[in-house]
């Protein structure tokens, strides 16, 4: 018989191994190696089975080995000692707290999907774990990050291959008692409910599960409770599962209940509730509309709330491909709103934000736009997305060059104590002398090349283990009772010069760009001297045929006899995989179609181990490679996609055949590669220090909390008086800018044959209309001409000075400005000039999206 219902017992481990109980009750030893080999020695065939996760592990021990465990004076004092290393983890001042002057005492963080441990499946793809790595760096940081997310009871999906190949999922149901969770309760014990008023008088409930990840609390909601209907129980089923509706109620639950969390959350924990958001991509995004909400409650204006709100909130766009936006018909937005959902919050100022600029109808509710709309800073996640997205955002501030578009990058990062294998840990705390394999000296003379290339070695070796089980499962389970042929049990060769592909399957990331020719590729993984194996990865969303299609074409190839050993598809791509993935391989390869990566951090995690990358360059590797560190696949310039591919593939076969393989191959009398290790050296102590999340988390708040903690104060402070002339002089300069223009420029000062270092003196007479000097910059703005009347490059911009009577236009109603450039450097030159809004409160010019050109 099955059960209806399951749940897990934890068993009771007795005082003297409390202990145990707080390093298991603590993420931190996901990324915290001596307490994962504590776990280990309880039960180690357990500790692998169990996805290396403790508490799944406490509940398959014996009460006689605990009772051992409890009588074993060296087990306790070690599992004491830990503990006492955690508590001190969590309480000393770490980088954060040396910061000196204003700094937010809490900031939230707001994602759809968490990759922290494979104990805690919820997360599909990069977005996920990169929220994961970034609490992790935060918390090692000492950043009083406070996390919100869904509480999803199947996580993603298990993804299996049918002996034809076609991606099979199953849903596993998840446990949360089972999971290193805790419901946030009240005082009573009764757990915090925060509730949703949905159309026809629905009421939608969620509990607060609470996961610590380090000193970083991340919550989670779960819809899964008794107080819901059946239909609203399903609201957290999955991830990115389900219909435009139930993605609409996923996303109010995360962004409005968020909200409403952190606050249950920060009442019982005596800790002040964050004034700084962080959202990362659109779904969040309705935290925005819940805080200007309450504002209103409080007595704002929606204009007033919502210029408090933008100064606090940070949005970070995490895709280039517009199909990858989230969108909703505005009549379901509608439906939804003109309920109880906000009190005090008319419908027409939320469909505002989401509205599409050229969409007459404002059919389309677009969550990107309303999330750059409601945060006042915004940035992509690596400088070519960042010019991607001022191009792809551009309409949202009509006369601005992209250049212009307020929104700046933040290049991802990775958590190296999560991404670097044991063997190079190792070898840095044993010869280097430290456990930060980011910023160790990977050049010094105290690693030999033997040594290093040794490690690598093992890591290769532990992969190809690791693969083999794997298929040997996979097999098995397609032909239960049956035992795996040998072939499957020998697939890959630890010495074979091996190449890593793995991560999402949507188009443009390729998966089969390797197969263009496939007897080409015949050739090089077969090549009797300089052989070549390939490991791939991957899942492809559920939805997404083509995806499953390409997968399918791969697994075909991968099946032919000739080349199974050589080249393998491992089903069931999670963090559990590629943390053995990453450092196993010598070559990790990424071909998407350049520039739809918007970062991508596979590579980084590939860097970190002493892994050259093989890459198109999009996303990081264009911001990173340098010529040393791996090899870049030159994008094709053409409109004909077939072309480019080709084009592509085989400057990609050419790479590997020609210069990655000899190089690889190319062994001193010891058999190690010279070269080979040369640029794994290079790799790791150039990259991995930049490739760190510390860096990434550390320039999120220097550049982006703080600045948006001072911001957001300001316009509180006393009243919300700053916010409230904020809001004023936004609707004058709004209402006036049609009476702005440039009359003219006069200028003066350069000879007929300008020279560096002459002085180029410009007066530009100005209409203002209604506003004053005060309420305007009016600019230089020059640099690079091209011949063909194309934008200026290289810009600059300075400011032109009011020149006499500051208090009185002319009789024509004009004012003067001036101001003088001198001519930096030779070529040709132009400039124009332009008027734009000033006020202190902005961020950035372009802020208001009010431009006037000479
Ligand atoms: C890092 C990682 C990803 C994201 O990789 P990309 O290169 O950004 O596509 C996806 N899944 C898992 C399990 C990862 O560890």
Redesign the pocket.
């Known amino acids: 018989m099955k059960a209806i219902r399951r749940f897990t017992v934890r068993p009771a481990l007795p005082e003297r191994l409390n202990a145990l109980e707080q390093l298991a009750g603590n993420l931190r030893w996901a990324w915290h190696g001596p307490t994962q080999e504590l776990f280990a020695e309880i039960a180690p065939d357990a500790w692998r089975e169990f996805q290396h996760d403790p508490i799944s592990l406490f509940g398959q021990i014996t009460q006689e080995r605990i009772d051992e465990l409890a009588a074993d004076e060296d087990f306790v004092r070690r599992a004491n000692a830990l503990g006492e290393d955690l508590n001190r983890y969590l309480t000393e001042p770490r980088w954060y707290q040396q910061l000196e002057g204003d700094k937010p005492d809490s900031i939230a963080y707001f994602s759809p999907e968490y990759?922290i441990a494979a104990a805690l499946p919820q997360y599909s793809?990069?977005l996920g774990?990169l929220a994961g790595d970034h609490l992790k760096s935060a918390s090692d940081l000492g950043v009083p990050l406070v996390a919100v997310g869904l509480f999803y009871r199947s996580g993603y999906f298990s993804q299996a291959l049918s002996p034809d190949g076609w991606q099979q999922e199953t849903y596993p149901v998840l446990d949360p008692d089972g999971l290193p969770l805790r419901v946030l309760r009240q005082p009573d014990g009764s757990p915090v409910i925060i509730t949703l008023c949905l159309p026809d008088d629905q009421v939608l409930s969620a509990r607060i599960w609470q996961a610590r990840v380090g000193r970083v609390t991340l919550l989670l909601l779960d819809s899964d409770i008794p107080e819901n209907s059946e239909e609203l129980c399903h609201v957290t089923d999955r991830l990115y599962g389900g219909a435009e509706e139930h993605r609409l109620r996923q996303e109010l639950l995360l962004g409005i209940g968020g909200v409403r969390a952190i606050s249950a959350w920060a009442e019982r924990a005596g800790v002040q509730s964050p004034l700084v958001f962080h959202t990362n991509e659109g779904h969040a995004g309705f935290l925005g509309v819940e805080r200007i909400g309450a504002l209103i409650r409080g007595g704002l204006t929606f204009t007033e709330a919502l210029q408090v709100v933008r100064a606090g909130t940070v949005f970070t766009t995490h895709t280039p491909v517009p199909a990858g936006i989230d969108r909703f018909d505005s009549g379901l937005i509608r439906r939804y709103f003109e309920t109880e959902l906000l009190p005090g919050v008319e419908t027409g100022d939320v469909l505002a934000l989401g509205r599409e600029p050229g969409d007459q109808s404002g059919g389309v509710f677009n969550m990107a736009l309303m999330g750059l709309r409601l945060g006042q800073r915004a940035n992509g996640v690596s400088q070519l997305h960042g010019e991607v997205s001022r191009r792809m955002f551009s309409e949202l501030w009509p006369g601005f060059d992209a250049d212009d578009v307020p929104i700046r990058s933040v290049t991802n990062g990775v958590h190296p104590a999560s991404w670097t294998a044991p063997q190079l840990t190792e070898l840095a705390i044993r010869n280097l002398g430290t456990s930060d394999t980011a910023t160790a000296d990977w050049a010094s003379p105290a690693v030999s090349d033997a040594e290093l290339w040794g490690a690598r070695n093992e890591m290769k070796r532990e992969l190809v283990d690791d693969a083999r089980k794997r298929l040997e499962r996979a097999w098995t389970a397609q032909n239960p009772g049956g035992v795996a042929p040998e072939w499957v049990r020998n697939v890959l060769d630890p010495r074979v010069l091996t190449i890593g592909f793995?991560?999402?399957v949507p188009t443009y990331?390729r998966l089969t760009l390797m197969l263009h020719d496939t007897e080409r590729l015949r050739r090089i993984l077969l090549h009797p001297d300089r052989p070549v194996q390939i490991v791939v990865a991957g899942k492809s969303h559920p939805a997404d045929l083509e995806g499953k299609r390409l997968i399918q074409k791969f697994a075909e190839f991968a099946r032919e006899p000739d080349v199974r050993e050589r080249i393998v598809f491992l089903p069931n791509?999670?963090?559990s995989m590629?943390q053995k993935l990453y450092p196993g391989t010598d070559v990790w390869l990424?071909n998407p179609l350049r520039p739809l990566e918007a970062?991508?951090?596979?590579?980084m995690?590939a860097a970190l181990n002493g892994v050259l990358n093989l890459s198109i360059l999009d996303g990081w590797w264009n911001e990173f490679f340098d010529g040393e560190n791996g090899w870049a696949i030159p994008s094709a310039v053409t409109a004909d996609a077939d072309e480019r591919d080709r084009l592509e593939a085989e400057s990609m076969y050419d790479l590997i055949e020609h210069q990655i393989a000899p190089r690889f191959y190319d062994r001193d009398g010891d058999g190690i590669p010279a070269d080979w290790m040369r640029s794994i050296r290079h790799t790791l102590s150039t990259l991995s220090p930049q490739l760190s999340a510390d860096r990434m988390v550390s320039e999120y708040v220097n550049t982006l909390y703080r600045p948006a903690f001072d911001s957001t104060s300001e316009l509180r402070h006393d009243g919300f008086r700053a916010a409230r002339r904020l809001a004023d002089w936004k609707r004058r300069v709004t209402d006036a800018w049609s009476g702005v223009a440039i009359a003219h420029v006069e200028s003066g000062g350069l000879d007929l044959a300008p020279q560096v270092g002459d002085e180029l003196h410009l007066r530009a007479s100005v209409r203002l209309g209604s506003l004053t000097p005060d309420d305007v910059s009016v600019q230089v703005v020059y640099g690079r001409s091209a011949a063909n009347g194309d934008d200026l490059r290289d810009v600059q911009t300075a400011d032109l000075e009011p020149e006499g009577d500051f208090a009185e236009a002319s009789d024509s109603g004009e004012w003067l400005f001036a101001g003088t450039v001198s001519l930096g450097r030779p070529g040709a030159f132009g400039y124009t000039v332009r008027v734009v809004p000033k006020n202190a409160l902005l961020d950035n010019a372009a802020e208001l999206g009010l431009i006037a050109v000479a």
């Open positions: 990759g793809g990069g774990i793995a991560r999402r990331k791509y999670d963090i590629a990424n970062c991508g951090t596979s590579g995690k």
